[in-house]
């Protein structure tokens, strides 16, 4: 019978990476670790203080967002509370918070989150405009659709827009800010989802994927910002898939990611006969041993 640790983590996977993740076996030994929980408050329909003096949650504050938190004990009540009902809290890992932040969305900027399903990093957004201005957020299956629309109501979001399309068929338009968290192989989620994984996944993945943001880097403003985020440590799919858009594009720059509170690792300048542009260590990379988060990636790319 398979352990845990050889079933969540295939031999060819820990071969991949163990050249380039940092405190190896510490990453891997984290795999044996339950995820930790943590909430974002809804700052549309309650403040952060009256929140913080009512929860009955055990709560600790995420170092890098001041509306989110670890939820030390009790996590399995979380969903079931009248406060998540009410929509004055949101279920969501700390590392996902993070490309909201990066793309730092004004009231006055026309927002796109091109693969917006189920609503997360949208609704933080449209908290981080406290409601305002205007988000079109888009995903192409229906059944992602509801659950975006039923969240985007739970939470009182009132500056969301709609639509169901394939980002690669996005109509011609122009926004100041995208958002592109795309479908990724889930490589630093393994620890909550069932992940079957194989080398051609990652490869058929990252073929999407450059479909996708080059398509997004058309509905892009000139000076405007790209976040690319995915939940994956695969190259392919990371730093590859911003190299693919740099070679095909004169007008990207990688602009560097500083989030105050938390320590991120540089992209990567190789792998395996691979060489990356130089300004590709201006992206991003959390591993699930940094906060016991999710795995991520987070590149932020500049139209000039």
């Known amino acids: ?44 329909k309650i403040s952060r203080e009256k929140f913080l003096k009512n929860t009955n949650l055990e709560l600790k504050q995420v170092p890098w967002y001041k509306n989110g938190f670890f939820v030390e004990k009790n996590h399995g009540i979380v969903a079931h509370s009248f406060d998540y009902f009410l929509g004055y809290m949101y279920l969501q890992d700390a590392a996902s918070m993070l490309p909201p932040l990066v793309l730092n969305p004004k009231v006055k900027e026309s927002i796109l989150d091109l693969t917006a399903a189920p609503g997360s990093k949208t609704t933080q957004i449209s908290q981080i405009l406290n409601n305002k201005g205007c988000i079109v957020a888009n995903d192409n299956a229906f059944e992602r659709i509801t659950a975006l629309r039923g969240n985007i109501n739970r939470l009182g979001c009132m500056n969301v827009a ?54 997004a880097w058309k509905l892009l403003k000139p000076k405007g910002i790209l976040v690319y985020s995915t939940c994956t440590y695969a190259p392919e799919e990371n ?7 740099m070679n095909q594009e004169q007008d990207v720059k990688i602009e560097p990611i500083k ?46």
């Open 239 to 245: 730093e590859g898939v911003v190299q693919y858009l």
């Open 1 to 44: 019978m398979l352990s845990l640790m050889s079933f969540m983590i295939p031999k060819k996977l820990k071969q991949r990476y163990k050249r380039f993740i940092p405190e190896f076996d510490k990453f891997v030994g984290y795999f044996k670790k339950p995820q930790a929980v943590s909430i974002r408050v809804n700052t549309i």
């Open 162 to 215: 709609i639509t169901r399309l394939d980002v690669r068929n996005f109509p011609n338009s122009q926004f100041d800010k995208i958002l592109l968290d795309v479908p990724c192989s889930l490589e630093g989620s393994m620890r909550k989802y069932f992940v079957r994984w194989d080398e051609n996944t990652v490869r058929n993945f990252a073929h999407l994927q450059k479909q996708m943001i080059s398509r």
């Open 259 to 304: 989030i105050p509170g938390i320590r991120m690792h540089p992209g990567l300048s190789n792998f395996r006969n691979t060489e990356f542009d130089s300004e590709l260590k201006k992206t991003a990379r959390v591993y699930i041993h940094d906060y016991n988060t999710s795995g991520f990636y987070i590149a932020k790319l500049k139209k000039k």
